[in-house]
């Protein structure tokens, strides 16, 4: 967390000065053109490389990932004018941090040429990550400047589906053979100019490629040169399979505090690793992704996108919306007689609806937290059921009992506390029912339950809120 506060304040300050020197430029630039002279092309000249000369200079110090935050934080206007000053060799990697949004964007405005050079800038498997957002064209020119080794290493990538192990590994990794010693381990080690990123342990094959165990580097660098590497690495280890899902490997990394994971076929031959980072990537994505879909949007959104691009993507949970408020509507013009009769029902429904409203919220929240992590099992869910039921039980007689005091005080119509505390508490007994049902029936017919569950849980709790306390008080008051 303290690295996290130490890099923060200096992204806002470089988003803050990109946008002063993209503000000065734009200024200067249409004073330029006010202006009429024999010399006019070659003052638009210098004053056109005036500012972005400075601000190349800036883009050049930052992290691709922070080029990535200023570029997400920047209307399509400027971000392309950005884009334009980054060096080519670093396109590639920042391609990689923006959202998927953006990259639509900056893919849009780049030629053939440049994506192709971009992509050769990056490993096998950063390729492979971005091949879905490259023409057909881009990705056969890519292919073909490959290695051999490299292209088999992309096809093997890009073979698995985005949610698993497969999509997640690495192949830049050190494998030495059990058959040495330390000695010939750290003289092969001094031969390359650098270590892999995250290189917390060596992987310790046979002849055949199999995964016999890990070395770690730590042991490595305090264990006599003449020890025989299959009597110091580590029989016993965690590893990974490609067809697995990334949600478990994120659990596992999260469980042993992983740095990096080997990644094993059916024959137990190693094929690649998965690293901290990518775990975290992956983590965060999915965040996004639940965030996005729990507020009805069907995909991730470009900040700055057009009008009509928001539109499309948030216009289905509205229309559901739409639907879920005409149905209670009519379950309140069921009722608009008892409504007439007594004038106070009105201003007591949304109190109702409200409460049922947030705790079916916090319900859903739980149970999708649970779901994520592999918590709930066909044999604990009718336990949850039995769980959730009785704390929406107590709260509703807790909070019941509040409100009903609450009518009594304003109204004096002690019939009137009490179907509002009956309302209270039926109405988070239904929240708690529709909060563990609806993810679970999404889960089971194969639908993300965090897609549109907060929109649906509202809308069944006012409906039902709405009819279960107005029925109280049709059958009890008028």
């Known amino acids: 967390m303290a690295d996290k506060d130490e890099i923060r304040p200096n992204v806002h300050d470089s988003l803050r000065r990109v946008s002063e020197l993209l503000r000065k430029h ?7 053109h006010r202006q009429q002279g024999p010399r006019q092309e070659l003052v638009e000249n210098l004053v056109h490389k005036l500012h972005l000369v400075e601000l190349q200079k800036l883009l050049d110090a930052q992290h691709p990932a922070d080029v990535a935050y200023i570029l997400e934080s920047l209307p399509l206007e400027e971000r392309l004018v950005v884009w334009d000053l980054v060096k080519a060799e670093r396109e590639g990697e920042i391609l990689l941090e923006v959202s998927d949004a953006v990259r639509e964007t900056l893919i849009a405005n780049m030629d053939e040429h440049e994506l192709v050079a971009a992509a050769e800038q990056l490993d096998t498997d950063e390729i492979a990550d971005l091949a879905p957002d490259l023409p057909r064209e881009v990705i056969q020119d890519v292919f073909r400047s490959l290695s051999p080794e490299e292209r088999e290493q992309l096809r093997s990538a890009m073979s698995y589906p985005e949610d698993t192990v497969g999509a ?9 053979r059990d058959d040495v010693t330390v000695e010939v381990v750290l003289r092969y080690l001094r031969r390359l100019d650098e270590m892999p990123d995250h290189t917390d342990q060596l992987f310790v ?20 040169p003449g020890t025989p590497v299959a009597t110091v690495m580590q029989p016993d280890f965690f590893k990974l399979h490609p067809q697995e899902k990334a949600q478990d490997a994120s659990g596992a990394f999260e469980r042993y505090d992983l740095v990096s994971a080997p990644v094993v076929d059916d024959g137990g031959r190693l094929v690649g690793r998965v690293t901290v980072n990518a775990v975290m990537d992956y983590i965060r994505e999915e965040t996004d992704s639940d965030l996005l879909s729990a507020g009805g949007l069907r995909e991730d959104e470009d900040l700055f ?44 429904m949304p109190i109702i609806a409200g409460i049922s409203g947030n705790s079916g919220n916090q319900t859903i ?4 937290r649970a779901l994520a992590l592999g918590q709930i099992t066909p044999e604990n869910a009718r336990k949850l059921f039995a769980k959730e039921i009785g704390v ?54 194969g639908r993300d ?30």
């Open 449 to 478: 339950p965090a897609i549109g569950s907060s929109v649906l849980i509202t809308a069944i709790t006012d409906s039902g809120g709405f009819f279960i306390f107005l029925g109280l008080a049709t059958v009890f008051l008028v």
């Open 305 to 348: 996108a057009s009008v009509w691009s928001s539109v499309r993507n948030r216009w289905a949970w509205l229309a559901v919306n739409l639907v879920t408020a005409f149905i209670a509507s009519r379950v309140i013009g069921l009722f608009e007689g008892s409504i007439a009769r007594l004038v106070a029902l009105a201003a007591l």
């Open 365 to 368: 929240t739980f149970i999708v």
């Open 26 to 32: 734009e200024l200067v630039e249409g004073l330029v």
């Open 392 to 445: 929406s039980a107590l709260n509703g007689l807790i909070w019941g009992g509040v409100v009903g005091l609450f009518a009594f005080l304003i109204y004096h119509n002690w019939q009137l506390g009490v179907v509002m505390a009956g309302a209270m508490m039926l109405s988070l007994m239904l929240a708690a029912v529709m909060g563990v049902a609806i993810p679970l029936t999404l889960q089971k017919f």
């Open 205 to 224: 094959v046979d002849h055949a490629g199999k995964l016999k165990g890990l070395l770690p580097v730590n042991r490595l660098l305090v264990t006599a």
């Open 168 to 176: 997640l590994m690495d192949f830049d990794m050190i494998s030495i």
